[in-house]
């Protein structure tokens, strides 16, 4: 794991676009997973503008977002397939067809996640996965208990992240209890993640997800198990990492270092 500390969330989101950008330069038919999330929107911003002032092209790329709320429509506005629509997809040049998420009104939810397991797979595996950290330490919907092996699966929401996301529907009551997620294992799988974390209110579960124990009750701590995983935070975030100033040290001192490889 890589932590990568900027002075603010703009240089923190910029970097973060910027590699996802170097990333569909260096292989036009990237396959990227996608996160959600008021993190994310700064972010899917920034592409949109690569996109229209330096020619940031999609038209080759596939995507497949972490989850889908159980239960709403893609037309619901607070669907992920209609925030992905709203804040990336009408503003770049990508095929819709090649975009996905899991289908969060599906007869047979099990299957719809065997289902998007084996797309995932067919078209070569993710290249680049884009991850947000939830209060409660989830990436995706993986709540604390999810193996760390776990696949595409419905998973209930806690207590935790229905505060953090029930203000963001106009009856906050109306925010779905389940959710479709890929699993902790399918992220692991990735062949690259980029974690991108913002604010000060995020300060205690990234110290948590980056320096504390790998446990199942807090998700993102299996980050450190993979093996390319470049976390990028804002000094705000940072504030509570015991080696924030060795972090710091080795992007300043290390000749060879490049977030760009
Ligand atoms: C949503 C997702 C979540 C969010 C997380 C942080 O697709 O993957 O794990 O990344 O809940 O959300 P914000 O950015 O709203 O704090």
Redesign the pocket.
Known sequence: MEVIIRDDATAAVNLTARLIAEAMHKKPSTVLGL??????EAVYAELARLHQEEKLDFSLAKTF???EYIGLPPENKNS?RYYMNYHLFKNVNIDLRNTHLPNGIADNIDLECENYEKLIAECGGIDLQL?????DG????NEPLSALRSRTRSKSLTPV?FA??SPLFDRPEDMPKRAITMGVGTVLESKRVLMLVVGEE?SSILAKAVEGPVTSMISATALQLHPRCTVIVDEAAASKLKEKDYYHWIFNNEPDWDPYR
Do not use: E, P, V
């Open positions: 996160a959600t999330g008021r993190t994310m977002n972490l989850d992920y991850l947000g950290i939830g209060r989830h990436i995706g919907f992240t953090q996301n995020k």
